[in-house]
């Protein structure tokens, strides 16, 4: 689950998950809805990320996030599912398709992740996740 | 909503004083902040958090003068956007907070000797349509050309002049670039892979977001003497291009945020927001982020080199005529995202210093040798796009624009949240509007033209009067869109 926050002239998401990998999970597909128009994204092809874990859990997402824009944009490809599995590295996959204008309309260019306003928070329903895109 | 000190200390001149503390009351302001705006403004301008963050600028090491905005002022990733800073050349930091993820993000206008009468409503339409096929637009929009990675670095270190030598475009295309098109302190070594590998199907496409390609009329001339030195007169069809240096750019500023806030650390500067990571100007990370930056400021100049190859072309085949015989010569081409080491006048003395300019555009006046032989006694043109379908400006650098390093204005300042804007308006009930106003437009989507919509932004009017007022740089002429090619 996720959704779509506003700040002044940028755009991010508030993502929820039992866990942090879950919370991982919708905050990919929260940016993708942004930059798509949210329409249905349809697994054919799927891509392995692998990051190295350090201490600080958001630059991890901040990185994750950021891999994701970069295979986006070099090989032009959106994605709708997604797997994350955090032990002492992060390994994620993405599954989508080529990018097609018609099929999944048109959001907003994400120039990057940002740092602003960051947060990962944790409550005994599991896990919030706060993040600014600079668009 | 921000209540801190605004005092005015002349006409469209606001500072916070250096004694101000801050929203946490620990604020260390080196030097004033001064923010220029028209009195009806502040109102606006008080409304995002931007004017702290001119404040929290001022507390950069190194800086001199004063922390400036300019009218179109709004929240931006740690420099609020319209912001200028000047740090010293030997003491001073370099941040890439100070010019922003769409490195050298530009505006380049073309004249034409056409006249509004040479083109009917239909030429228009088949204009805007062929730009529209050949220049790439939207999210994701992939070059015609892909490059190899040799060819790529000689994008990234040549600028405009790889794009002319390899057949986008005329010699003397060159001579009307800020730079000429080509920072040559760039060096390919200092970019990452992942930055090259966007930037290589990238090269020569418009993008997404706030970016346009439009066709334009001169509305209104203010200025004859200057207007005719840079070949504009009234009704006259010319053509602006507003983008950037693409994923390239972007790649290039959160590789060096990375860095830089490792170097923050290292040097030991603090800092009241993290996001104005820094490092001082001679020091290995602030030397290397500069060389980065420039890679891609000369990616961005060759991106608009590219495209403005195809209006000419597209012009070509819609007119049936040649574009040397339509004068489809450039104007002149600026920056408003970049760090540039420039020397101006700071406490009555010449001083080489780091100009960072982010949403914010030179405003040289004449005499100044950066600008062309051409423009010597008249000053740059300085080009203002405006949103879409309301209107852009040509104006002239001054001597004035001293006080602000150079500096001025960049367009109408964002009022509304994309999202906010997406939800007020259909992109075709926009599209809808403009036809009304005899404009035709193109999007990629409807959803950005939307996103994009003029009643998101600031009046450009508003922005530019102020500039103007304060002398930063003067009107010369008004241009509105006949047509529009959206990202």
């Known amino acids: ?135 | 909503m921000w209540s801190g000190p605004l005092v005015k200390i002349g006409d469209y001149r606001y500072e916070i004083p250096k004694t101000y503390r801050g929203i946490n009351g620990n604020l260390k302001m080196k030097v004033p902040a001064l923010i220029y705006a028209s009195d009806e403004m502040i109102p606006s301008i008080r409304k995002d958090n931007a004017p702290e963050q001119a404040a929290n600028v001022a507390t950069l090491p190194g800086i001199v003068g004063k922390s400036l905005a300019m009218p179109d002022i709004h929240w931006g990733y740690g420099f609020p956007i319209g912001g200028v800073a000047a740090t010293d050349a030997e003491e001073g930091v370099i941040s890439p907070g100070g010019v922003g993820f769409d490195i050298n993000c530009g505006v380049r206008l073309v004249r034409t000797n056409l006249k509004v009468n040479d083109l009917d409503k239909n030429k228009i339409r088949q204009l805007v349509d062929e730009l529209f096929k050949n220049v790439p637009s939207g999210v994701g929009s992939q070059a015609r050309v892909r490059l190899n990675k040799a060819q790529l670095d000689d994008v990234l270190q040549m600028g405009a002049r790889w794009a002319v030598e390899n057949g986008y475009g005329w010699e003397e295309d060159l001579e009307y670039l800020e730079e000429n098109g080509c920072m040559d302190v760039a060096d390919a070594s200092y970019v990452s892979e992942r930055a090259k590998e966007r930037g290589k199907s990238q090269v020569g496409s418009l993008g997404a977001g706030n970016h346009f390609l439009e066709i334009q009329r001169v509305a209104e001339v203010f200025d004859e003497e200057a207007a005719k030195v840079y070949g504009i007169e009234k009704d006259q069809i010319v053509v602006m291009i507003h983008t950037g240096s693409r994923g390239c750019g972007h790649q290039i500023c959160s590789d060096y945020l990375r860095v830089l806030e490792q170097a923050v650390r290292k040097y030991n500067i603090s800092l009241p927001d993290r996001q104005l990571a820094c490092a001082p100007v001679k020091s290995k990370e602030g030397e290397s982020y500069f060389k980065a930056m420039a890679c891609a400021a000369n990616f961005a100049w060759a991106n608009r080199q590219m495209i403005v190859h195809w209006v000419r072309q597209s012009f070509e085949n819609i007119l049936k005529e040649d574009a040397e015989e339509l004068g489809m010569h450039i104007v002149y081409d600026v920056c408003h995202n970049i760090a540039k080491f420039e020397e101006h006048v700071v406490d009555g003395e010449k001083k080489l210093v780091c100009v960072h300019r982010k949403g914010a555009t030179r405003s040289f006046g004449p005499n100044r040798k950066e600008i062309p032989k051409k423009y010597q006694k008249i000053g740059q043109p300085v080009l203002i796009p405006g949103d879409m379908g309301t209107e852009s400006y040509l104006l002239k650098g001054t001597e004035q624009s001293e006080e602000a390093f150079g500096s001025t204005c960049h367009g109408a300042g964002r009022v509304m949240s994309r999202e906010q804007a997406k939800r007020r308006w259909s992109g075709r009930e926009i599209a809808r509007k403009l036809e009304q106003k005899g404009i035709y437009a193109h999007p990629a989507s409807w959803v950005v033209m939307a996103e994009e919509s003029p009643d998101a932004y600031k009046d450009v009017s508003q922005v530019v009067n102020a500039t103007h007022g304060a002398g930063l740089s003067l009107k010369v002429a008004k241009m509105v869109p006949l047509g529009v090619v959206k990202g």
Do not use: P
Not at chain 1, 33 to 56: M, P, Q, W, Y
């Open chain 1, 1 to 135: 689950m996720y959704k779509i926050i506003e700040h002044t002239a940028d755009v991010g998401i508030e993502a929820y998950g039992k866990n942090l990998e879950e919370a991982f999970e919708n905050a990919a597909k929260g940016m993708f809805a942004i930059i798509t128009d949210g329409s249905k994204i349809d697994c054919k092809v799927k891509k392995k990320i692998e990051l190295e874990k350090g201490d600080d859990e958001e630059l991890l997402l901040v990185d994750w996030l950021s891999e994701l824009l970069y295979i986006h944009d070099v090989e032009n490809l959106v994605f709708g599912e997604f797997e994350v599995k955090l032990n002492d590295r992060l390994i994620g996959y993405a599954c989508g398709e080529k990018y097609d204008r018609q099929k999944h309309g048109y959001g907003v260019e994400i120039k990057a992740v940002t740092y602003h306003m960051l947060e990962i928070k944790r409550n005994k329903k599991g896990v919030t996740i706060k993040v600014l895109f600079d668009i």
